[in-house]
């Protein structure tokens, strides 16, 4: 690609993996399949590995090693190659008749070295050397079994998965996530009594565990090569405690201080953390298409930010539950089909009604280029007429390889159009509107109250109601949206109303979701009784009290909450919408919350948020309700700026 961006930097690195990949066994781990997926699709890997069959592993202990007949083998892995992913290399390995192994790892070799302890005046002077990776070759070859075989160790920064020319994923980070208050009390247990910490916002690097350290340098090691793939020198803001350290350790990361030298352009980085504001993540507010997409149809395993599209519809099968995994499903990711990718960035930036239209036509147009029997109809688009459109590719094998990825975007449509929690969705977004006027005029005990009379046990619910898992999605829209409150004489005990039905209710469900095992720690509702439910419950609530708490150290940045007058409804402002506004507005004087990082003295030497002024942005178009529905990991926006 011509100018440097999310997709010419994915595409590049991936470029460096195939080269490697002929006739090759290639492992990946979840991450970077993610990347590869989103970048340039499995097809693409397909095609530079060749021969007559391909096979591709998911990278993990019980994977299955090569056999005789395949000497070679390609590991491409998100993460460090340290403890538990060298030993699963080796088990591979060893249980495998390999004679060439290649090793790409997304962490360069600088990290490496932090997490083997090096300190940093040796690690400087190893400039060009790659004592890591060269003692790693060495260690597979031994476990090849002979040491003339050929290893290589080498790394490629796979940080992204780019959903869009100006969006991008990072699905290695997306358990990465923002402290809350309460995990002060866990840090501080580590530490001596006159070097505890008061709050969030005396947490620095030193405080935290080395675990969570690696993670960000990993992170950090990932934007600098970004940077550097862009040719900019980057001016680090943060809004949040993590933020905060993150943006720090990008700002002063030794190995960039070099590239920032000789870079011809400029780029302003502003991390945010996402716990200021999770109403977004969790409300019903968007008008988009995605957005929904995103939040109805099943995921895609092993990824973050993709969905299963059912595409038995296409084939010759009847269309039972039962035959749901009978067909590989489709997804919304489209990256070797342009018309398909073309669509779904129109999706991306395009109201609902308007992208439902944008459906359409991209299905006649397809469906005139390939002369099928199309009639023709106007006014209101419903799931039944591009359901009619959809199915003319049906027995036309040619027009269904030309048009794959457009049809499959096609029936995530209908298949969300027609969903049941599509249905429900006008249900959320009423009683979030009314939690909204609520919280304006009644204290948090009264809105809690309103909330008390829709928790129902299954055998009570209809399709109407709130299942267990929505009704949290609820709870965290309220605590988030709230911020923070005066606990008045009644909370308590309206909390502990609240704590005490869901505790019943999820000890009377049939099943337990994924979600409700991860909050109560049991994997059967048998095991589940009312003392560990009424437990969970508690915690649970913690939690709720420190996500209502996240922006208590905002001075500016304090609310999403608009109230309502005589002559608007109360709303809700997103805190990413208040922060661009903030860093665009040409008349406001620095603001305290976005917090300039510095590199250096002369860094020091400058006004933070004047810094702004010097670079040329050009924002992205997407909605913010949308952005507010990606996976709560990190998400990168780039402009092109010079």
Request: charged share 20%; glycine share 6%; aromatic share 6%.
């Amino acid at each position: 690609m011509s100018d440097p961006g999310v997709l010419s930097f994915t595409h590049q690195g991936w470029e460096q993996v195939l080269a490697k990949v002929k006739r090759a066994l290639v492992y990946l781990d979840a991450a970077c399949a993610e990347s590869l997926h989103w970048g340039c699709g499995s097809t693409r890997l397909l095609e530079a590995v060749g021969g007559p069959a391909c096979h591709l592993r998911e990278f993990e202990p019980t994977a299955v090693g090569g056999g005789a007949e395949q000497p070679k083998a390609v590991f491409v892995l998100s993460c460090l190659l340290k403890g538990r992913t060298v030993e699963t290399l080796r088990d591979i390995i060893c249980r495998s008749h390999f004679q060439y192994c290649v090793v790409v790892t997304a962490v360069n070799h600088a990290v490496h070295l932090t997490a083997n302890h090096v300190p940093a005046a040796a690690a400087a002077e190893l400039e060009g050397q790659q004592p890591v990776f060269e003692q790693l070759e060495e260690k597979l070859c031994e476990w090849m079994g002979n040491m003339n075989y050929t290893a290589e160790v080498l790394h490629v920064p796979l940080l992204l998965a780019p959903a869009a020319p100006h969006l991008a994923l990072t699905p290695a980070f997306a358990s990465l996530f923002p402290l809350l208050p309460r995990d002060v009390h866990l840090l501080n247990s580590a530490r001596p009594d006159k070097r505890r910490l008061g709050s969030l916002g005396e947490v620095d690097a030193t405080a935290l565990p080395p675990e969570l350290l690696l993670q960000i340098r990993c992170l950090v090691s990932g934007l600098s090569s970004l940077c550097e793939h862009l040719g900019v020198r980057e001016e680090c803001f943060a809004v949040g405690s993590l933020s905060r350290i993150i943006a720090a350790d990008l700002a002063n990361y030794a190995p960039a201080k070099n590239r920032r030298k000789t870079a011809a352009g400029r780029a302003s980085v502003v991390f945010v953390d996402r716990t200021l504001d999770l109403t977004g993540a969790v409300g019903h507010h968007g008008d988009n298409l995605v957005e929904k997409m995103l939040s109805v149809l099943p995921q895609l395993p092993g990824h973050t930010n993709d969905v299963m599209v059912n595409m038995v519809e296409l084939t010759a099968l009847h269309t039972e539950e039962e035959n749901w995994n009978a067909v590989a499903p489709g997804c919304l990711a489209q990256s070797s089909d342009m018309a398909g990718k073309a669509l779904w960035e129109a999706l991306l930036n395009t109201k609902h009604k308007e992208a439902v239209m944008e459906v359409r036509r991209h299905l006649v147009e397809a469906a005139s280029r390939e002369n099928l029997p199309i009639k023709m109809s106007m006014g209101r688009v419903t799931p039944g007429q591009l359901t009619t459109y959809i199915q003319l590719f049906k027995n036309n094998l040619k027009a269904l390889v030309n048009h794959c990825g457009l049809l499959q975007l096609g029936l995530a449509t209908v298949q969300t159009l027609k969903h049941p929690h599509t249905a429900k969705w006008d249900n959320f977004l009423a009683f979030e509107r009314l939690l909204l006027q609520s919280v304006g005029e009644s204290t948090m005990s009264v809105v809690l109250s309103q909330l008390l009379p829709m928790i129902k046990p299954s055998h009570q619910r209809t399709k109407d109601d709130y299942c267990p898992e929505e009704l949290l999605i609820l709870l965290i829209y309220i605590y988030s949206v709230s911020g923070e409150f005066t606990a008045d004489k009644n909370l308590g005990e309206a909390e502990e109303n609240v704590k005490k039905t869901l505790a019943q209710v999820f000890c009377e469900e049939s099943e337990l979701s994924p979600l409700l095992q991860k909050i109560t720690g049991c994997d059967s509702s048998i095991n589940l009784t009312f003392h560990k439910s009424k437990i969970a419950m508690d915690e649970l609530f913690t939690s709720l009290r420190d996500v209502a708490g996240a922006r208590n150290l905002m001075k500016q940045f304090k609310s999403v909450y608009v109230p309502g007058n005589h002559t608007h409804q109360a709303s809700y402002k997103p805190l990413l919408k208040q922060v661009v506004e903030e860093i665009f507005h040409p008349e406001k004087p620095d603001p305290v919350d976005i917090e300039h990082m510095s590199s250096g003295l002369t860094d020091l030497l400058k006004t933070g948020f004047s810094m702004f002024m010097k670079h040329r942005c050009f924002p992205f178009r997407a909605s913010t309700q949308l952005m507010n529905k990606i996976h709560p990991g990190l998400v990168v926006r780039t402009a092109n700026v010079r």
